[in-house]
């Protein structure tokens, strides 16, 4: 039994039995009473114990709603009419009555006391009940705070077991998305082998028929083996294993090396292709590999998306501790409502109506992770049908940054060596 239970017990069954003795007190008639105190005592003792009962059934039983609860309420019920009746009667017990001399008329002085006594005994009794409900409103307002409380923590902890779970079958997927990711690879990898060889003329002259056949088989390797990259880069940037080694690299020698990987599609395309940098060679610390990754991607996506005879311009510039390197294409543009979707996995917005998109959807999703995963930041701004502009930026390099310093972290579930 908790202690507050045992207080507000014995105040009610001392309200009861004070009640009890006063009413009695109040009484007037032709007889001298003779009062035993002990019983008297006795009495006060069984209305402490009912007041106990009482608020002790009450606490245990409000919430039991079960099938056999109104019996377990029934029998409370009959056990605190059984105490309080005996407490009367062993108050009544303690009080015997002899006869008296004839009592004169009540003087309104007598009146008054015994007048008195009555509002004495309707003010306990009053005094009784709101002590009651006082208490049972307490008792209602910790026992909900407890079950807020319990329910909060409950909230808690199944989210926290939600969340672990979730983290322990994302790294399974991404586990198994680089294991099958590199399992794909090898023979792909040997295909293409293969198909060089053939190619060649390394076993025998082949047709033109057969050439273009190879030429296909070819392109559609190269297709396979780009999304099967992409796929295990991405499993790989949410497994953690992609390793970041930041050095300092000028934004020339970057836009240098992109340049000469697309320049056979931007001529194919027959697109005009400018470079702008005003500020000049831009020191940054960075990946250059993982720098390149990124404004490839973004290149590329330039050249795809931007009409034949549209133009290309790559821009660097350098302000507040960053460099801004942008890729400005004349395309179709992204609607405004999908420019953070195109940053989603596997989403892929559809950007031209006679070209189908191609590719999983991850080279943005990637590309971005591996921006931040610099430091940087990769960020859009689109026009419907005036092209889009991408940026990458990235930390400048500080005069005292050597080109590459011993230190490991981690960033984003990325591991970083500078």
């Not at 792909?188 to 390394?202: E, H, K, P, R, W």
Request: glycine share 10%; net charge neutral; proline share 4%.
């Amino acid at each position: 039994m908790s202690p507050s239970v045992l207080v507000a017990g014995c105040l009610l069954g001392v309200g009861m039995g004070a009640m009890h003795v006063v009413a009695m007190g109040a009484m007037r008639m032709a007889a001298v009473p003779a009062i035993d105190n002990r019983m008297i005592l006795l009495s006060m003792a069984i209305a402490v114990v009912a007041g106990v009962a009482l608020v002790s059934f009450a606490s245990r039983l409000r919430s039991d709603d079960g099938p056999t609860g109104w019996q377990r309420r029934l029998a409370s019920s009959l056990v605190i009419g059984g105490l309080i009746a005996l407490m009367h009667y062993t108050a009544m017990a303690g009080t015997t009555f002899r006869p008296g001399a004839e009592v004169p008329p009540s003087t309104t002085a007598q009146l008054l006391a015994t007048h008195g006594l009555a509002y004495t005994a309707a003010v306990s009794c009053i005094s009784m009940v709101l002590l009651a409900l006082g208490g049972a409103a307490v008792d209602r307002a910790l026992k909900g705070r407890a079950r807020v409380t319990a329910e909060h923590a409950r909230l808690r902890a199944e989210a926290e077991l939600a969340r672990d779970e979730a983290q322990a079958a994302n790294r399974a997927k991404s586990e198994f998305l680089a294991a099958m990711s590199h399992e794909l690879r090898t023979p792909l990898n040997a295909i293409a082998g293969y198909t060089d060889i053939l190619q060649l003329g390394v076993h025998g002259p082949l047709t033109d028929e057969q050439q273009t056949d190879l030429a296909r088989i070819r392109r559609s390797q190269t297709h396979l083996l780009s999304l099967i990259n992409d796929v295990l880069n991405f499993a790989r940037l949410e497994a953690g294993k992609v390793r970041i080694v930041p050095r300092r690299v000028g934004t020339d020698t970057l836009m240098s090396a992109v340049e000469g990987m697309m320049a056979p599609q931007v001529e194919a395309r027959r697109l005009r292709y400018s470079r702008h940098q005003p500020d000049g060679d831009v020191a940054v610390y960075c990946d250059p590999e993982k720098a390149e990754q990124v404004l490839l991607n973004l290149l590329s996506n330039a050249v795809k998306f931007t009409a034949p005879g549209g133009t290309i311009e790559m821009h660097a510039r350098a302000g507040a501790g960053i460099a801004r390197i942008s890729v400005h294409d004349s395309g179709v543009g992204i609607a405004a409502d999908k420019l953070e979707a195109i940053f989603e996995p596997f989403v892929q917005v559809e950007r031209s109506l006679t070209s189908p998109s191609e590719g999983a959807g991850l080279g943005l999703a990637i590309s971005r992770d591996l921006a931040r995963a610099m430091g940087g930041e990769l960020r859009v701004r689109s026009t419907v049908g005036q092209g889009s502009v991408f940026t990458l930026e990235l930390p400048l390099a500080r005069e005292s940054t050597p080109v590459s310093a011993p230190a490991t972290g981690h960033a984003g579930g990325v591991r970083i060596e500078a």
